[in-house]
């Protein structure tokens, strides 16, 4: 299974590439698999390296948003296996 996290794009490169940002880490992503255009403040999927699909903002924060409850799950259940409840 593949879980692909929305990436804002922050810069668009000369080279058919772009910078975008994935939960505040940045990185460089090809747009060479994009079917539509992008710009600057656009949330793609990526997947290897490409960015797969556009999506729209309204989507994109609800996904981070779930994310975030996922993670934030997560730390919960470990601190209680760390401490053994």
């Known amino acids: 299974m593949c ?8 810069e668009i490169l000369d080279d058919n590439y772009a910078i975008v ?5 940045k990185r460089k992503v090809s747009l060479d698999l994009m079917s539509e255009p992008v710009d600057v403040g656009d949330y793609v999927l990526i997947h290897v390296g490409y960015a797969m699909t556009k999506m729209s903002e309204e989507d994109a924060l609800e996904s981070l948003k779930i994310y975030e409850e996922i ?3 997560i730390e919960e259940e470990e601190k ?3 401490l053994g409840e």
Do not use: A, R, W
């Not at 879980?3 to 922050?10: G, H, N, Q, T, Y």
């Open 71 to 73: 993670l934030q799950k």
């Open 21 to 25: 940002d994935t939960m505040g880490v």
């Open 3 to 10: 879980l692909s996290i929305p990436s804002k794009i922050v």
């Open 80 to 82: 209680i296996e760390l």
